[in-house]
Nanobody, 124 residues
Framework: QVLLVESGGGLVQAGGSLRLSCAAS????????MGWFRQAPGKEREFVAS????????RYADSVKGRFTISRDNAKNTVYLQMNSLKREDTAVYYC?????????????????WGQGTQVTVSS
């Protein structure tokens, strides 16, 4: 069992930056691939980024490529999402997710564990 807790959300102006963190419990975190998804009001949950257990492989949605960076610190059981050049359309609840399989994945059904979400609001 893995418990995921996100933090770092908030209100930021367009063009600004935020760093989300996801703290994981459990000694198997280092073997899990991790992902970030987001859900805006009235929209379906969508993939943002994923990172393999080793951090060697990362994958991003086209909408965030070049602006967001996913990383992890296995010693701290934490995964991060650095978000730069934020746009109003990045406004959403951001969810951290984990999957026991170590490879990256883009679909929510491929993840077994989810955090409670953290709100990111980008104002113009």
């Amino acid at each position: 069992q893995v418990l995921l807790v996100e933090s770092g959300g908030g209100l930021v102006q367009a063009g600004g930056s935020l760093r989300l963190s996801c703290a994981a419990s459990g000694r198997t975190f280092s073997t899990y691939a991790m992902g970030w998804f987001r859900q805006a009001p009235g929209k379906e949950r969508e993939f943002v980024a994923s990172i393999s257990w080793s951090a060697i492989v990362t994958r991003y949605a086209d909408s965030v490529k070049g602006r967001f960076t996913i990383s992890r610190d296995n010693a701290k059981n934490t995964v991060y999402l650095q978000m730069n050049s934020l746009k109003r359309e990045d406004t959403a609840v951001y969810y951290c997710s984990g999957r026991p399989q170590g490879g990256v994945a883009e679909h929510s059904y491929e993840y077994d564990y989810w955090g409670q979400g953290t709100q990111v609001t980008v104002s113009s």
